[in-house]
């Protein structure tokens, strides 16, 4: 009979290795995570700014077919039929679609769900950064149209008509 001396042979693996292991793929789902996030922040700004770019050509169409701007929810939702990608836009505060109305301008806001926002201006007849911060509760200037947004208490995504504000979307 033969007598072995020294280590058993043993299958599997340590646990350092197993911790290893785990670490490794711990750090490319981070990558993965933050590297998706982006991308998908990028896909949420661009189809905010087509919706507005969109709505806001549909608005100028309105205004060349009856020489005014609309003035309420029914115009812009019926005759304009403004239409919004709602999954990107931020729902996290109140006032994240608006549409602001002076007699011979407007501007259409819109915040991102990556935080950005966004604007259409009839001055300048296209998609730029929203210049400030979005706030909560607080007036706001719409862009190029000098339209305050100073009314509180409204809930979910809104547009301002002068100075009333009712669902939109």
């Known amino acids: 009979m033969a007598v072995m001396y020294g280590w058993k ?33 990028r896909a949420n700004d661009t189809s905010v700014q087509s919706d507005l770019r969109i709505n806001g ?23 304009v039929k403004l239409k919004v990608n709602k999954s990107a836009v931020s729902t996290s505060m109140p006032n994240t679609a608006i549409y602001c109305r002076a007699d011979d301008k407007f501007s259409l806001v819109m915040l991102s769900k990556s935080g950005k926002g966004y604007y259409y201006s009839s001055v300048i007849g296209g998609v730029a950064e929203y210049p400030s911060s979005w706030s909560n509760g607080s007036a706001q200037l719409c862009p190029d149209s000098g339209v305050l947004t100073t009314d509180t208490g409204y809930q979910g995504v809104w547009l301002r008509v002068n100075d009333a504000w009712s669902t939109w979307l």
């Open 57 to 79: 050509s549909a608005i100028q169409q309105y205004f060349v077919t009856q020489s005014s701007y609309p003035v309420n929810s029914t115009q812009l939702r019926d005759t």
């Open 9 to 41: 042979n043993k299958n599997g693996f340590t646990i350092v290795e197993l911790l290893i292991v785990v670490v490794v793929i711990a750090i490319l789902a981070a990558i993965t995570i933050v590297s998706f996030n982006g991308i998908q922040n």
